[in-house]
């Protein structure tokens, strides 16, 4: 009953398809920490294309920030080219931002604002013109719900409310590629939804969005494609169906003990994780239908609480991806 | 595929709307800092009147001249300079760094915001002191050249002080040092030092706004000595700007 995990799950992922446009690619991209003794980012390819959106998945201190510092010039890598529709632009911000809006983990530039100047401010900076900012301005507040509290200073907002007004400033111009870190951190159901119908209406018209984002659940129905990150390097990227897929048939078995159960953890194969009294593993389908079935017409029954059988989800692969390095 | 083209914001837009963005915090950051200036300054001026008030003409133009400008020193340079530190400390230079503007137009901003919101307090402390000392109005309309280029050789001494340094502290420490210093150069007459102090003085580009002022508010103003150290304290402004500006850059790929 021992479960395999793969856990190379790497795709040639610095082109895009042939006749596809890329909205930005980065090719080899590295950078170390400063007075640190390994790299933050370990020669990380992508490509995201027009109408896509694209993900990066990882823990923290996986790197993802600093990829993402990197696709839009702020940080200059020790190595690697990022071009951005075509043309490179490694380390130069100024020259990216023509074409890229970039949502920082914070809006600490724009506390002193009101959520009206912000996006407006916002707007202007990115070339519009007075009238045009201000119309712009107002369409975003109504999209995102944010008209009540448009002149409301952002440091009086609560961390949500801010996040939500963040995301605004990052749609104000209207630029082909959104590059977005933790975009809906901290919102409520209601935002978050609002969010992700606001990213889908940009990737209908063609924007390409690369983002950060720690909800994997979410991020399961929302990304095209998806960036593993572990320890600054690449381990997976691809769909997330076909991610899923490589874990061939491998399902989730959950069970929930009244009391202690008269067998142990080892007698379930894989890598069983335990949280008072609820295990936890992966295994393949058969294996989980044969040990569902002992445990159920056996000893163990009368201690057994609650039990579930799920699919595999991006959850498992991100966990998978984790512990990749001991694996391989 | 579309070329990347350099296409920046226009200069005068990113100005005005770096300007408009930061008058919230100068209002809210700076209101109480601006009456602590005006304060300090008239106070000084009092003080100075009650011990010297019988001195030349010049020296009286001196004192007023400093206190007037120390003002602007106290917003556009030790504020400033605080500001721009905490922004850097907190990552909000990543939000200008990814706007398509030019990153002296961003910091030029940011010192007209500060200098502007130093006018209420120039005014009136000019206005208590030239009633203070009995000196001339004749040609108090220099005081508005010369608050505008201190406001530039402030604002980018400021922007200098808050962006070069690696730690919010050492900028707060310069921010200070540059106040002191102002203070000092503004508020000593020169008459009295010694003549190779008073030569180091004079030859201090933060005294150039300060000694054309003075001189206006005598009643036989050097014409040709105002408008050189004018000149010069403009000229000195924009080398402090386009080093707060390459400050600026390199704080963004730190």
Known sequence: MVASVPTEITTDPAEPAPGVAAACAAHGLTRG?????????????????????????????????????????????AGGTVRIRGAEVTGQAAR????????????????????????????????????????????????????????????????????????????????PLLVLDEPTTGLDLDSRRTVWRALDRRRADGTAIVLVTHNVLEAESVLDRVLVLHQGRTVACDTPARL???????????????????LTPADLGGDVRDHENRWSV????????????????GPAYTALDDFSLTPPSLEDVLLSCDTGEEAR | MTSTSRSFTPVTATIATVHTAQLGRARAGGGAVVIVATLQ??????????????????????VVSGATLTVVAFIAWNLLAQRLAALKAGGGLDYYGTLPVRPAAVVLGFCTCYATFAVPGVVLTAAAGIALFGLPVTHLWVLVPAALSSAVAFGGLGALSGLAPTRPETAALAGQLGLTAVMFVGLIPPGPLPDWLAAVRAAM??????????????????????????????????????????????????
């Open chain 2, 205 to 254: 580009p933060l005294a150039y706004d300060i000694d054309a002022l003075a001189s206006a508010l005598t009643p036989h103003p050097d014409w040709t000595g105002i408008t050189l150290r004018l000149t010069g304290s403009a000229a000195f402004g924009a080398c402090c700007l386009a080093v707060a500006a390459r400050s600026y850059r390199t704080a963004l790929n730190h």
């Open chain 1, 282 to 297: 992966r295994l393949p389908v058969e294996d989980a239908r044969r040990t569902l079935t002992e445990i159920l017409s």
């Open chain 2, 41 to 62: 300054s008239l106070a000084i001026l009092a003080l100075l009147r009650g011990i010297g008030g019988t001195a030349g003409q010049e020296a009286r133009a001196a």
């Open chain 1, 33 to 77: 920490y400063r007075n640190a003794g390994r790299l933050a980012v370990d020669g990380v390819s992508f490509s995201a294309r027009h109408g896509e959106v694209f993900g990066v998945l990882g823990r923290n201190g996986a790197g993802k920030t600093t990829l993402l510092r990197m696709l839009v010039g702020l940080l200059r890598p």
């Open chain 1, 96 to 175: 990216a931002a023509a074409h890229v809006a970039y949502l920082p983990q914070s809006e600490s530039a724009l506390t002193d604002m009101s959520v009206r100047t912000a996006v407006e401010a916002t707007a202007r900076l990115r070339g519009l013109s007075r009238a045009h900012a201000r119309r712009q301005s107002g369409a975003l507040l109504a999209e995102l719900g944010l008209e009540d509290l448009a002149d409301a200073r952002m440091e009086r907002l609560s961390g949500g409310q801010r996040r939500l007004a963040g995301v605004a400033t990052a749609l104000a111009g209207q630029r």
């Open chain 1, 244 to 262: 899923k897929e490589r874990f061939g048939g491998l399902v989730r078995l959950q069970l929930s003990w009244r009391h202690t159960p008269p």
